[in-house]
């Protein structure tokens, strides 16, 4: 079914029109019974069911998407990567995801176009720079590269940047982790789905998790708007949905969802080769490999299902990046869109069961969960397969909010990226 | 860009607004055990519909006040005192109306 692609198939391709490439994935109708359903068709679910399939051996295996796969922040997102991290299991969690992002092109087979063009995160005052330096020195005690720069640094990697004195919001220094970037978030569902399927797990799009079926409390299956399915175990990766899913199945969630938005202006020639985030304006940019500079704001703060960003913010947002880029002033503005986020108090994920037996979940990054797709997946399915948290996963549990060993990564994660 | 009627002001742009999060939730007793606290400070039902709301006149009169707000329509459904209960119309709208649609 899925034929692998390389240089020699594309050219193969090439004489033949391109007319004969087969479906990346086949469209399947649900079976009745699986051994995992995955409700949640972004990229936390489909690399769960990948890993599932190549680390666990798993293959009867569903993903259910109620719209169709990427559509929800996994498409949505402003596609940054890092592993700037301040707290140790933070840096362990998001570094090994970094590290699986390093290889997942060749593991799937497919371009995920990763470009670690450095990610420079700037500081605008003295208080920002000592929290950089001490931000920097922890990174650096978790083993993960980081330079600190001073502002003739700054100006050096980024000649765009407004460093004039005179600036409004002027720059004295920052940090840049080399090996943060960028890649393609459609390429990296794709890809995840494309592998998964090679492996036999049924991709089911259009077809919605309505109710949880149960055995006295346990969970035995989900009610879809395609039937009834029956599982051993179901794992929920639903990001601003999962509060919905866990009120269907009768427990809930230190979960708040919000809308995070971002904008992408018509493609120019190649100006920025950094991504540069501004936490103290809310601000963060990065051009894309077709020329679009991809802008991204700070959350609408106010609890939203509607998937559509508020003008105030985005008002603010393109104030503070033109005021560090007065040259991007005459841009137009091609697209604006906003994604649906889970917000939880200490800005980490959730990660293991849930109090229902039989129900597992995978939620809570919020506003930066694109880099942590990998690692998502790879430790919501060894919780499904053996029953026990992953290592990497341990600190991530739900009960962390009854206990108070919060993870708080607030800073690290305070603006999106 | 929403327009919130403020108590004391009137119909302002939302920029002028900070939300407060979830109102009506009742600070357990000092002796609450772990679980309670939990509930308490973290635990929301976050619902795909109505939800009612604590809001501050921020940039304006300084004043809190109650929403009840769609989160999907983000349709206003009324604005009350910070001390009141939502008004009945409101209390006899089921939370989450919109389901999971
Ligand atoms: C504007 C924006 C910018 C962002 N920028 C970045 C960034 O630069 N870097 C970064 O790391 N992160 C970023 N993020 C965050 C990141 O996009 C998310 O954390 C991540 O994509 C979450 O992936 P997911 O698979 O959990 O969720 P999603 O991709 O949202 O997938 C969840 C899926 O569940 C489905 N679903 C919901 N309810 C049901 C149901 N009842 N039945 C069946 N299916 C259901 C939805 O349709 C959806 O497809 C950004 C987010 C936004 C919105
Ligand atoms: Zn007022």
């Known amino acids: 079914m899925t034929s692998g692609y390389s240089a020699w198939s594309l050219l193969r391709g090439a004489v033949g029109g391109h007319r004969h490439w087969p479906p990346a994935w086949p469209a399947v109708e649900p079976k009745s019974r699986y051994d995992v359903i995955v409700v949640g068709g972004g990229g936390h679910g489909l690399a769960t069911a990948y890993y599932l399939a190549k680390n666990h051996g798993l293959r009867n295996v569903a993903v259910v998407e109620r719209g169709w796969i990427g559509g929800g922040n996994t498409g949505r997102n402003t596609t940054i990567v890092r592993s700037n991290y301040l707290y140790p299991e933070s840096a362990r969690l998001y570094d090994f995801s970094l590290k699986l992002y390093e290889g997942l092109g060749k593991d799937l087979d497919f371009n995920i176009m990763l470009s670690q063009r450095g990610l420079l995160m700037l500081a605008h005052s003295r208080h920002d720079l000592d929290a950089m330096s001490r931000w920097a020195n922890a990174m650096r005690m978790n083993g993960i590269e980081v330079n600190l720069l001073d502002r003739a640094a700054v100006a050096n990697l980024v000649p765009a940047l407004d460093l004039s004195p005179r600036a409004r919001l002027p720059v004295i220094g920052g940090f840049l982790q080399p090996r943060g970037g960028t890649a393609r978030h459609d390429a990296v569902a794709w890809g995840y789905a494309r592998a998964a399927a090679a492996l036999g797990v049924d991709i089911i799009q259009n077809c919605e998790v309505r109710a949880f079926l149960k055995d006295g409390a346990r969970v035995t299956g989900v009610e879809t708007s395609r039937g009834r399915i029956q599982a051993v175990r179901v794992g929920i990766a639903a990001a601003g949905h999962s509060s919905v899913l866990a009120g269907l199945a009768g427990f809930r969630l230190p979960v708040t969802s919000y809308a995070l938005q971002a904008l992408v202006t018509e493609p120019i020639k190649p100006a920025l080769d950094t991504v540069v985030i501004s936490p103290g304006t809310g601000a963060y940019i990065s051009q894309s490999d077709k020329g679009g500079m991809v802008i991204g704001a700070m959350l609408d703060l106010f609890p939203s299902y509607a998937q559509r960003g508020s003008f105030a913010v985005l008002q603010a947002i393109l104030a503070s990046t033109l005021e560090m880029f007065p040259s991007f002033s005459r841009l137009k503005m091609l697209r604006h869109w906003a994604g649906i986020v889970d917000v939880v108090h200490d800005s980490s994920p959730i990660i293991g069961p849930t109090p229902v037996p039989g129900l597992y979940i995978n939620c809570g990054w919020g506003t930066g969960g694109f880099k942590a797709i990998p690692v998502g997946g790879w430790t919501l399915a060894h919780v499904l397969a053996t029953g026990e948290n992953h290592p990497l996963a341990e600190a991530f549990q739900l009960e962390r909010f009854v206990t108070g060993r919060l993870v708080d990564e607030a800073a690290a994660s305070g603006i999106a990226h | ?101």
């Not at chain 2, 055990?33 to 921020?58: I, M, T, V």
């Open chain 2, 1 to 101: 860009m929403l327009r919130i009627r403020c108590i004391h002001c009137g119909p302002r742009d939302e920029n002028e607004f900070v939300c407060g999060g979830t109102s009506h939730l009742t600070r357990p007793p000092l002796g609450a055990s772990d679980g309670e606290w939990a509930e308490y400070l973290f635990f929301r039902d976050n619902p795909k519909g109505l939800h009612l709301e604590r809001w501050r006149h921020a940039q304006g009169c300084g004043a809190w006040f109650n929403l009840a707000r769609h989160t999907v329509t983000h349709e206003i459904l009324a604005v009350y005192p910070i001390t009141e209960r939502p008004p009945a119309i409101v209390e006899r709208t089921p939370p989450s109306a919109e389901g999971s649609r």
